[in-house]
Structure formats: structure tokens, C-alpha cells
């Protein structure tokens, strides 16, 4: 004990007085999910491994990763039990030449999730539709479900699995499309596309699709799907009528920064209310999605950008914000103490070859998401080398 | 831009009062380490107190210490050194080996051109040289201080890559790495002019290019803690580790970074915390063809580099074995090694003693495998050592050292180091071969 002290001591002389504690919850973990020349670990490579889609199912974390230029990506299954990567799967090998899986995991019936993908190359076709089925042991199935708008990639995705209808917007015009799993059928909206006035404001202000395009789509308990658009706009889509609906509140804004709001996030509460993110500037925000109006919660640090937000079984909304060029910080929030913030996620890493333990310290997290029960809530990195990391929140 | 600090203080930390009891003070450090020489602990009967001499540097009473901001220019046979006040101010010195005479050249603050919210509180980086005699270093934000403020009007801008030409005393501004990041190591490939450069906190390696001025990061190749070497191979090519102690090289024929299968060696427990903490100090030996490297869980690592994929690896053993002491605790960012082939290396520093307040200067014989004491310090003569591979024309090797200040002359000088005891620095010169006194 004597000597775990004294490195203890050494290794914080040499580390630095810093200012700041790291967050330490009763349990959390770091998986290690990228690592190159691995083998015969199972591990992503580098460059291809950010991770942008999350979802859990189970004992089994579902991601889907970004890759560089000219690399493909992979979707990857972990166990939250084993605490290692179980399976992955090359999408050069499902679908070739696509790019990014940036539209998160909708979960649909039977199990199965469904998530979109932008190509590398838009010249030579489109993004698209897949569908994941995950065996009880983490093996991967995906199924390809075409191209839902042609030359165009798959942005933002989510479902109304009652109607086994998948909701979503192109990238990188912002066409809203319905696509229907049973059927397979598709019908597309232009109504939330950029008009060509609100293109040269965002022109003069340097900002391209993936500025501006709603990050996320979220459906409501009353069966409307959700999203945001140019200029600091929010709609509703309502499937029964076909028809869309400009919100009357906009995104909460900084004065003179309204070029920059884009939803990057949604999470819904128990009781049926909204929770987004503000790409632009950082802010939470509330939607009543019966009266429509918005609420602006405030920002939980300096930074912009609200990556993740979920909730969990302490009844919190988590979420990251910052990012590039700062730190992500993850923060909760609830109406007792409001905001709460916890810096950098550091949590310990055990792999073969490091059974004494690393730390690892979360600085760029580019996705966030809870499972069903609230238990687990998993962060997943934007890095070149990215990991999981994954903290157990309090309560039954 | 003025000089930061009070007329009124700078006086009268330079009265002659003051220089004397510092220069007392030096010269005390080397007659004391004549002084604890222990006939029982000498290595070789030859290397005596006069192998070894400690230079000061005049001019910047706040300064007090350098973290491997050292290095050598052979086109003029210097030893470039950063001094630092740990807050905002950092002076540039370089000793010319063949006059004997240490130099104040100026504040990085003032030469740079930056601006006050550009405040620099370190040169971590060593400085290395391009093949026309330019020096090539990088700032850093003194790690405290930099992290998380970022935007706040008291934020930390990033570091500056910069260029000091010899012949025109002049530094030139190569601009920032990545935005609100610090610069802990550089290197360079001399053919190209390519800088490597190492980012903190994130861990990000990255490749400038002079002539373009394109910067390219390569990624986050390391966990919490950043490993504070880079080092390169007669071809170029550059090296750093991996969270999991793997070598990490970039290839400069693809532009790609290739890792090593496993990791360099450890002793058994090392803690994990050491392993992500990586080399801590590296000294070529170009005519053996080997690189050696001093690891943070005091492992001497002889590296034999190749043009092409990782080379070979051989476990020398450990830097220090002392009754009582784990065999990964020592602390040793520093490593020379002398034109007799053997390395040089202070043990202690940060906290971290062999002997307990005390440091010790080492002898390794890679041959025998096996580490001798030749001096041993108490830390108000020699606390700590930082530097790597750096060695003029005649074979005498240089060091950043460093000493605690004793109470009895706290209070003369402003000489605090954020977060540690008041330190003095001064410049190591030592040869094992001849006398240098």
C-alpha cells in the first residue's frame, strides 16, 4: 500500500497541479476499441474508427464509426460485461465506398436497428439504408436497404417503429424522406431544404451542410417527428398528415450567432417532453411538444456543440458538450441542481497487455447515449484512435 | 511589448548582493559535489569533481529551471538552453562551447512578437538544428495554467513553433500547432526541414512543413498522460510511443505511422501510469547505430533503428537498482551518452529520490549492463536533470540542471516554480574523458 502511495505521489509531481478532480463515478470503464498492428486483439484500425452512431442493446454496445478520406467504416459491437470489442464489420464489404455512419442507431421491431450511411464520393451514388441484427453474442448482420435519396448520403435518421417507418434528411441538400421498411418505399420532402437566400447568408458566413443540417430527428410520444433547419429554425413533420409545421420558437441562440444553430441532439424524456442540443452555441434546451415552445435550460460550459444527450436511470438528462477545439465536457442536468459539470471523462482501461490498468481520458466525444434501463451510459470518441467509455449511473 | 516585472523587483533581484550569493551558491554546488565524492562509490578513478562544472545564467534572477529545453548546434558548436520564470516569461541562452561564454539572447515574448494573450510560460521542446544552422523549438503553456481556460480572456492561445537564426540573432514566428495546445517535443528531419512536434494534453502528433506551411495532425497517439520524448533516426524518420509503451514510428517514405507489434520493455508491476508516461529521455550513439532510451519505469532500452519498419529492441536492464526501491521508481528524464560509448544520466527530481533528498549522477556501461554512481547530491546542490543527446565537438556533454533553494535564502528572489519548491537553474557540462573545470 505504502509503495501504491508513493507512485501515486511521483506520478502526480511529474503529471502537474492542476486544478481540477476527475470525475469519479462508483463504476466506470474504458474500452479499448481502436488500436493498430493489434492482432490477434480485436481492434479497429486507425482512421477509420470515430465513433458517430451508439446505440445498447442489452449486454452489447452497437456502434458505427466515420472514416478518413478514401477509408471505409466499420459498425462494431462491445460488450459491456467482457468490457472488450466483440465483433466488427468492414462496410467496405456491405456497401462499398461509403464514408460515415453519422445518423445514429433507430431501433425498430424485432430487434433490429437501422442507421445511414454518407458515401466518400456523392458523384458515384448515394448513401444508405442499413439494417443491424446483433446475435447474442455480439455477431453483426447487416442488411443493405439501398439508397433512399439517389446522390445523396443518409444525414440524420429515426423511426416511428409502430409504423416500421424510418424518418431522415439528406446529405447534402436536407431533404426530409419517409421510408417505409415494409414496403420499401420512399417519399421525399423539400420543404426544409435551404432556400437559396438562406444558402448565400450561410455562404457569407463560411458554413456547409454539415454546419447547418439538423444533426438529429427525434419523434415525440405523439408520433411527430422532430428536427431543425435553416436559419436556426425548428419544424415538426406529422406522417398522419404529411404536412410539415414551422415552430413559432426557434432555436435559443447567442445574439448575432443565429447563422450557427443546427439541433446536434435530442433526448426525450419520461415524461414524453424533448431535450436538444444546440450545435451552434452549446445551449439545452426544452420542447414541449404538445404547446410547441421552447425553453432555453441555458449552456452547460463555455464551449459549443451538444454531441450526446440521454437520459438515465437517476432520472438525469447526461450529455457532452465542446469538443474541437476544447475538451468535451460531460455534464448532467435536473431541475434540482440544474447543470452539473464533470470535465473530461477519465476512467480506467484493462486490455490484455495493460491488466495493471491505464486511465483514459476522454478529450474529444463525438456521441453519447444511454441503454434502455438507464444503467449504462456510453460515450464513444472522435479521435483517430478512438475508445468507448462508459460510466454506470446511480440508482435501481 | 515590455518585459513583465517590476523595475523595482528586477533590481533588486539583480543587486550585486544578490548575484553573489548566487553565484556562491553555484560555485558551492561544485566544490560540494567534490565534496561528497565517496571513494567507495567511483566508477571510474579517473572521473573526478573537475569532469563536471555547473554554469549559471545571468540576466533573468526570475528564471528557474528548463524541462528539456536544451539542445546543440554543431554549425557553431552551442549549447541552445530555455530558462523559465514557470509563469509568462522564458529567456533563450546559448553557450558557445569553443569561447566558454553563456549568452542571454533575450524573452521569447519579446523576440516572437506575440502578443500578452499569447503568454508562453515554458520551452518544453529540446531545440534541434536544421541543416543551415537554424534552431528549431516550441513553447509551452506550463500546464497548470493552460489547461481549460482556453477562451476565458485568462486562456491559454496554443503554442508557437519557432526558428532562431544564429547568424542573424533573430527568431522567427512559425505560428501555432493546434488551437489552445501546448507543444512538449520536437524533432526534425534535417533532408526535408519537416518539424515533429508532440501536443499537450491531447497527445496529438503532428508534421509541419517549413516550406509549405501545411501542418498535419496525425492523431491522439497517447492516454493521460503525454510522453515527453520525440525522437528521430539518421533517415528522418520519428519516433514516440503509444499509451501501451509500443514504439510509434513515422515513416517519412509513406507519410503513415507505423506501431510497434510490442511494447518496449518493463519491469514486472510497473504501474500503469508509468507505461501511458513512455521514454522520458533518448541519447544517440551514431557510429554503434543504436538509439538509447530511458523509459519513465527506469528501463535503459538499447533501439537499433532501421530505414525502413520498426527495429530491433534490446532490454539493457535497469537505470538503478537501490536496496529498498521499486526497480521502476527512479526518475531520469535526462540521458547523454559520451564519446566512450557509456551513458550519463542524473537519477532524481519531481518528488522522486533514489536516496531520499538526495540525486545521483550515473554511469551505465551498455556493455556490462550495469549502472554505477559516480556523484551523489543533495538536492539543494542537484536536484534534476532534463536534456537529451547533447554533446559538442569535444565530447562534453550537457544537461538542464536544476536545485532546490534552502530555506535560509528563500525570500532573496522571486525564483517559485508553480506548484513546486523554489528552484535554481544552471547548465551541467560534463566529461568523462577530461577535466572541464
Redesign the interface.
Known amino acids: 500500500m505504502k ?1 501504491f502511495f ?6 502526480c ?8 478532480d476527475f470525475w469519479t463515478p462508483k463504476e466506470a470503464f474504458a474500452i479499448e476499441v481502436s ?3 493489434a492482432s490477434p486483439m480485436k481492434r479497429l484500425p ?2 477509420r474508427n470515430a465513433i458517430t452512431a451508439l446505440a445498447v442493446s442489452g449486454d452489447l454496445i452497437l456502434g458505427g464509426t466515420s472514416a478518413d478520406k478514401g477509408l471505409a467504416p466499420f459498425v462494431f459491437t462491445a460488450s459491456l460485461v467482457k468490457r472488450e470489442l466483440t465483433d466488427f464489420k468492414d462496410m467496405e464489404e456491405v456497401v462499398p465506398g461509403q464514408a460515415r455512419i453519422r445518423s445514429g442507431f433507430s431501433k425498430g421491431n424485432n430487434n433490429t436497428f437501422y442507421a445511414g450511411t454518407i458515401p466518400g464520393d456523392l458523384s458515384k451514388g448515394g448513401g444508405h439504408l442499413i439494417a443491424v441484427k446483433l446475435s447474442a453474442r455480439g455477431e453483426i448482420e447487416i442488411r443493405d436497404l439501398g439508397v433512399p435519396i439517389p446522390n445523396e448520403g443518409v444525414f440524420s435518421l429515426t423511426i416511428d417503429a409502430k409504423k416500421n417507418t424510418l424518418y431522415g434528411i439528406s446529405y447534402p441538400t436536407g431533404i426530409f424522406f419517409s421510408y417505409n421498411i415494409a414496403t420499401k418505399t420512399t417519399r421525399s420532402f423539400r420543404d426544409i431544404v435551404p432556400t437559396r437566400k438562406d444558402l448565400h447568408t450561410l455562404d457569407e458566413f463560411v458554413l456547409g451542410p454539415d454546419n447547418y443540417l439538423s444533426k438529429a430527428l427525434v419523434e415525440s410520444n405523439q408520433g411527430l417527428i422532430f428536427g431543425s433547419f435553416p436559419i436556426n429554425k425548428l419544424f415538426c413533420f406529422d406522417p398522419k398528415t404529411q404536412s410539415f409545421q414551422i415552430l413559432s420558437d426557434s432555436i435559443p441562440e447567442v445574439w448575432g450567432r443565429k447563422s450557427l444553430g443546427q439541433v446536434e441532439s435530442w433526448a426525450k424524456a419520461r415524461d414524453g417532453k424533448l431535450y436538444g442540443g444546440n450545435a451552434g452555441d452549446g445551449q439545452v434546451f426544452e420542447l414541449n411538444p404538445i404547446t410547441k415552445k421552447v425553453k432555453n435550460l441555458g449552456k452547460p460550459a ?2 459549443p456543440h451538444i454531441k450526446g444527450l440521454a437520459f438515465a436511470r437517476d432520472g438525469k438528462l447526461y450529455g457532452v458538450s465542446g469538443g474541437v ?3 468535451t465536457h460531460l455534464f448532467s442536468y435536473d431541475n434540482n441542481k440544474g447543470f452539473v459539470d464533470y ?1 473530461n471523462p ?1 476512467f480506467d ?1 484493462v486490455a490484455p ?2 491488466e ?6 476522454g ?2 466525444i463525438a456521441t453519447l447515449t444511454a441503454s434502455e434501463d438507464g444503467k449504462y451510459v456510453v460515450m464513444g470518441e472522435d ?3 478512438s475508445q468507448l467509455l462508459v460510466f454506470v449511473a446511480e440508482g435501481k | 511589448m515590455k518585459i513583465k516585472g517590476s523595475t523595482m523587483s528586477r533590481n533588486r533581484k539583480e543587486s550585486p548582493g544578490y548575484l553573489s550569493v548566487r553565484k556562491a551558491a553555484v560555485l558551492f554546488a561544485a566544490f560540494f559535489a567534490a565534496g561528497i565524492y565517496n571513494a567507495g562509490k567511483v566508477a571510474a578513478q579517473d572521473i573526478t569533481e573537475k569532469n563536471m562544472r555547473f554554469i549559471e545564467y545571468d540576466g533573468f534572477p526570475e528564471g528557474s529551471s528548463a524541462w528539456n529545453s536544451i539542445g546543440y548546434n554543431p554549425h557553431d558548436n552551442t549549447v541552445y538552453v530555455g530558462i523559465t520564470d514557470h509563469r509568462d516569461k522564458v529567456a533563450l541562452y546559448i553557450y558557445n562551447a569553443s569561447k566558454d561564454n553563456m549568452q542571454l539572447k533575450g524573452f521569447i515574448s519579446d523576440m516572437a512578437r506575440l502578443r500578452d494573450f499569447q503568454w508562453q510560460a515554458k520551452i518544453h521542446t529540446k531545440f534541434v538544428a536544421g541543416k543551415n544552422g537554424e534552431m528549431f523549438f516550441a513553447t509551452d503553456g506550463g500546464e497548470s495554467r493552460e489547461e481549460y481556460f482556453m477562451e476565458n480572456p485568462k486562456g491559454y492561445a496554443g503554442g508557437f513553433m519557432l526558428k532562431w537564426d544564429p547568424a542573424e540573432h533573430k527568431l522567427t514566428n512559425l505560428g501555432m500547432g493546434l488551437q489552445y495546445e501546448s507543444f512538449k517535443d520536437v524533432d526534425i528531419d534535417t533532408a526535408s526541414g519537416k518539424l515533429y512536434a508532440i501536443s499537450y494534453p491531447q497527445v496529438h502528433f503532428l508534421v509541419y512543413d517549413l516550406q509549405s506551411n501545411d501542418l498535419k495532425d496525425l492523431g491522439r497517439l497517447g492516454s493521460t498522460h503525454v510522453p515527453r520524448m520525440l525522437f528521430t533516426d539518421r533517415w528522418g524518420n520519428c519516433y514516440y510511443v503509444d499509451w501501451r509503451q509500443r514504439l510509434v514510428k513515422y515513416e517519412k517514405s509513406s507519410g503513415k505511422l507505423l506501431f510497434a507489434e510490442k511494447s518496449l520493455p518493463a519491469f514486472e508491476g510497473t504501474p500503469g501510469g508509468y507505461i501511458v508516461t513512455g521514454i522520458t529521455a533518448f541519447a544517440k550513439d551514431e557510429g554503434r547505430g543504436v538509439i538509447y532510451l530511458m523509459t519513465y519505469g527506469a528501463k535503459v532500452i538499447a533501439f537499433y533503428p532501421q530505414e525502413h519498419g520498426i527495429g530491433r529492441v534490446e532490454d539493457l536492464g535497469g537505470a538503478l537498482d537501490i536496496e529498498g526501491n521499486e526497480k521502476w521508481r527512479y526518475y531520469i528524464p535526462n540521458l547523454n551518452v559520451g564519446n566512450n560509448g557509456k551513458l550519463y544520466y542524473l537519477v532524481g527530481g519531481h518528488g522522486m529520490y533514489a536516496i531520499k533528498d538526495r540525486s545521483v549522477f550515473v554511469e551505465f556501461d551498455p556493455k556490462l549492463k550495469k549502472p554505477k554512481i559516480l556523484f551523489e547530491y543533495p538536492s539543494t546542490v542537484f536536484v534534476e536533470a532534463t536534456g537529451c543527446d547533447t554533446k559538442d565537438k569535444e565530447g562534453n556533454l550537457y544537461f538542464a540542471g536544476k536545485r532546490n533553494v534552502p530555506k535560509s535564502e528563500r525570500n532573496r528572489g522571486n525564483l517559485g516554480e508553480l506548484g513546486d519548491r523554489p528552484t535554481v537553474p544552471f547548465l551541467v557540462k560534463f566529461n568523462p574523458d577530461k577535466t572541464v573545470q
Open positions: 509503495l508513493a507512485a501515486a505521489l511521483s506520478i509531481a511529474l503529471q502537474s497541479s492542476a486544478q481540477y488500436l493498430e498492428n486507425i482512421n463555455m464551449m477545439p476544447g475538451y470535465g477519465e482501461m497487455g495493460i495493471q490498468g491505464i486511465k483514459w481520458r478529450f474529444r479521435e483517430s484512435l
